[in-house]
């Protein structure tokens, strides 16, 4: 992809393991965060760890100047507050990845349980705070910690979904860049609540099971559109 990538909130662990991965398929990165320090030394370990010398840290405001695809993954607490901050920094035809899960944790509740919002999940929260831009939801059920344990490859699929098909296919692009993830259209952005919800429940079962799921694997279904 000849186009960066933003990681919105890059300096958490699904960030990081996003953008480890990223970067390792060669892909040019942009890493934000609140904190200008966190966001640079995030960057120089994920370059450092892939040998990919085309990433770099920003401030969520700036890393999403001149970024095509801009993947969020913050807490739902700074969900809205976020989207505020970097909606006029985006390039017009910038497509917003949701990956946030509102987690009850964020405000103080259980950490396997969601946040009922409003508008229905936070990926139809974000497509109503930029309706100027395709938003997609994804990499929901991809493991943080898998991610980030680049030893171990990957075998698991990312459920995508979206109401405009174009971003949505440039996404499930993106995200077969990632060697063992496969990606599956799920559907239109409405679905964006059971793949939030699903999360949720691969969190709980790996309490539960003390197991380490690495996300799901679907079986019976092509690669692309069921």
Known sequence: MDTAVALVGGTGAAGRGLAIRFALAGIHLRIGSRDLDRARTAAEWIAGRSHNRSISGHTNQEAVIGSR????????AAHAKTLHAIRDRMERAAILVDATVPLEIALGGRLSRTIGLWDGSAA????????????VAAFHSLSAE?????GQPLDCDTLVCSDNAEAKQTVMDL???????????????????????????LISLNLRHRSKHSGVRITGLPE???
């Open 224 to 226: 692309g559109r069921p």
């Open 175 to 201: 995200a077969a860049a990632i060697p063992g993830v496969r990606s599956i259209d799920a559907g239109p952005l409405e679905n964006a609540r059971l793949l939030e919800s699903l999360a949720a429940l």
């Open 146 to 150: 898998s991610l980030l344990n680049t």
């Open 69 to 76: 695809i801009v993947i969020l993954t913050v807490p739902i």
């Open 124 to 135: 139809q929260q974000a497509a109503r705070l930029l309706p100027d831009h395709p938003v």
